[in-house]
């Protein structure tokens, strides 16, 4: 019985190195199909990840997934045969995204060019020491720093600011505020819902985001994702604790209307349509 016929499974074999345009979508060109006796499936791989969703013959790198500096894709087919699983991968395409910017300290994760950051704002201008740390909370256009545990301190102030953009920035220097669809691009680039103590390492419940989201595991092995703790936030006109280690709620730079747009992710879902008063405390992740 015939598994997977080597000729059959090629990709790109002539040029196995090429460039593209950062941010812009990509085909890998030259997929033939898979033959074999029986069903064939695909997988495949970005610098040895599997992508998720990506299971189809040929393969089209999204806008969001499009940066990096000799970024390897290829395809592994899949059959059965007398003998038990048959595997053949595909030739290997590397291709360098012009106009990328490279990882720095602190960042592990771009997506559309947007660099995001590896742990929440904690003080003012500083960033928390891990990712996986209930942090400070924040309203909307203001400096005052929240305690992440009860009692609140400093005393709540539940008078929202009125502005219509983030005049100051709690973000380190470099850093800012994403916008509602920076944070849309992050939330496509894929997510799973960890509780606390799981096997990717996390302290807190919350969700791993980005293209590696399903293996990066902390504190060390992130490349590809970040890990936004499920902080909740503080509400009310006494500035209540609000959803802790059930709800992820993050502050965007969108406004709408005379409210502002968060994130708000759960164990099962994520909300990007949301908003909500200004003077409620959200934590806070940048980007630059």
């Not at 390897?72 to 087919?77: C, G, K, S, V």
Request: aromatic share 12%; proline share 5%.
């Amino acid at each position: 019985m015939t598994a997977v016929a080597a000729a059959a499974i090629a990709v790109g074999a002539r040029a196995q190195a090429t460039t593209a345009p950062a941010g812009q979508a990509y085909t890998i060109i030259n997929n033939v199909s898979a033959t074999a006796v029986n069903a064939v499936t695909y997988q495949w791989y970005r610098n040895n990840s599997p992508i998720s969703g990506a299971t189809s013959a040929s393969y089209t790198v999204p806008g969001i997934l499009a940066y990096g500096d000799n970024v390897q894709f290829y395809r592994l087919a899949k059959t059965v045969d007398c003998t038990g699983d048959v595997e053949k991968k595909s030739n290997t395409v590397t291709v360098t995204f012009t106009g990328y910017i490279m990882p720095t300290e602190g960042c592990h994760l771009i997506v559309g060019g947007v660099c995001w950051a590896d742990a929440n704002v904690d003080a003012p201008n500083t960033f928390a020491t891990k990712p996986d740390m209930h942090t400070k909370f924040y309203q909307w256009n203001k400096l005052t720093a929240y305690s992440a545990d009860d009692p609140v301190t400093p005393a709540w102030n539940a008078t929202a600011d009125t502005s219509s953009t983030w005049k100051l920035n709690p973000c380190p220097a470099g850093w800012r505020l994403p916008s509602i669809e920076e944070y849309k691009q992050l939330v496509s680039s894929g997510s799973t819902w960890v509780n606390a103590n799981s096997s990717q390492g996390n302290t807190l419940p919350g969700r791993f985001y980005g293209y590696s989201y399903s293996l990066c595991k902390l504190p060390n092995n992130m490349e590809g994702c970040v890990f936004l703790p499920a902080s909740g936030g503080r509400v009310g006109a006494s500035g209540t604790l609000y959803n802790r280690d059930t709800y992820g709620l993050f502050w965007t730079s969108t406004q709408a209307a005379s409210n502002g747009c968060y994130l708000d992710f759960n164990s099962s879902t994520t909300y990007l349509t949301v908003n909500e008063s200004k003077a409620f405390g959200f934590p806070i992740r940048c980007v630059r």
